[in-house]
């Protein structure tokens, strides 16, 4: 079986229920290394491991990367990576990045 987006996503996805925030990570370099895209369901689902585990940090850095790769941050992306922030007390960094989105999104 040739790993593909879809083997990575699913194993990415398994690591929310061991809050192994780590193991998702790797994943995620290991799709780069292996010239894999990354959709928005590995996204979404990698940021759903950081919020599971506190990472607010690394949570708001995916979604950045998000942006910078084109790809649509839905509402899935924003209510994990808002309950990554909520987890860590950053309610602040979560009103900050949200809020130009938000207003987009209703204008």
């Known amino acids: 079986l040739e790993p593909n987006t879809i083997t990575y996503s699913s194993a ?6 061991g809050s192994e925030w780590q193991k998702a990570l790797f994943l995620v370099t290991a799709m780069r290394q292996a010239i894999l895209e990354l959709d928005t369901i590995t996204y979404n ?4 491991v950081c919020d599971k585990s506190a990472e607010w940090q690394k949570a708001l850095h995916l979604v950045t990367t998000m942006g910078q790769a084109v790809l649509e941050i839905n509402t899935s992306t924003c209510h994990s990576a808002i309950g990554a922030c909520e987890k860590g007390t950053q309610w602040q960094k979560a009103c900050s990045c949200w809020m130009p989105w938000v207003t987009s999104v209703i204008l």
């Open 12 to 17: 990415i996805s398994a690591c929310e229920n």
């Open 45 to 48: 689902s990698t940021i759903s």
